[in-house]
């Protein structure tokens, strides 16, 4: 196991994945852009003068945000995937769970550290898992695994179905919290293009 040091910067890509976050929602789609602005500047990639080109680029379709959040959302899932969830707890989830009682921070902490898995390594479980379990109540599916396939599938599911809703949740959670900066990025675009028809 790399030392933490070593490992890749994923939060350089937050913003891809809080694009992502945002062109999931019809309400929240049009701030998009404004986090991939935010994504090519200092809080993001750092891409300086170049950002510019970046974010013409991006901004020039619909398909040209959606590759470039894809693109980066990938990235982040990516390299965020390489850590231990308590690594995780420590660092990209502190601000939300300091946010919240001890007590209930102590609670998600320990369950958090009681995985000694990358975050990779129990999302491909638990959707391996789901898929079995859900396609075994599927008709049209249920006869592809053995008995013995969709119990050990039940068991794996339920392992890591309670720490899959705490990442969820504090995955939205902490990407809401990067929220502001597309708002005010989009804000300032927008405002900049009504004011130039003035």
């Known amino acids: 196991m790399a030392?933490?040091?070593q490992?890749?910067?994923f939060e350089k890509y937050q913003y891809g994945a809080l694009a992502a976050h945002l062109a999931s929602s019809k309400e929240s789609g049009r701030y998009a852009p404004g986090a991939l602005e935010v994504l090519a500047g200092s809080k993001g990639l750092n891409l300086g003068e170049d950002a510019e080109g970046f974010i013409r680029g991006t901004k020039a379709s619909k398909e040209g945000i959606e590759t470039a959040t894809q693109i980066y959302a990938g990235k982040?899932?990516?390299k965020?995937?390489?850590y231990k969830l308590i690594e995780l707890a420590s660092g990209w989830y502190a601000p939300v769970l300091n946010s919240i009682d001890k007590e209930d921070k102590d609670k998600i902490v320990a369950k958090l550290g009681r995985y000694d898995e990358t975050?990779?390594?129990i999302m491909k479980k638990y959707?391996?898992?789901s898929r079995i379990v859900q396609d075994s109540e599927d008709n049209d599916f249920k006869d592809q695994y053995t008995p013995e396939q969709v119990s050990e599938a039940k068991e794996t599911f339920k392992k890591y179905h309670e720490v899959m809703e705490i990442i969820?949740?504090?995955d939205r959670y902490t990407l809401e919290s990067l929220r502001p900066g597309a708002v005010e990025?989009?804000?300032k675009t927008e405002l900049k293009g009504l004011a130039s028809k003035v």
């Open 185 to 187: 990025s989009t804000r």
């Open 7 to 9: 490992r890749p910067n």
């Open 80 to 82: 965020r995937g390489e």
């Open 127 to 129: 959707r391996k898992a």
């Open 119 to 121: 975050l990779v390594s």
């Open 3 to 5: 030392d933490v040091t």
């Open 76 to 78: 982040f899932e990516e």
């Open 168 to 170: 969820d949740a504090l």
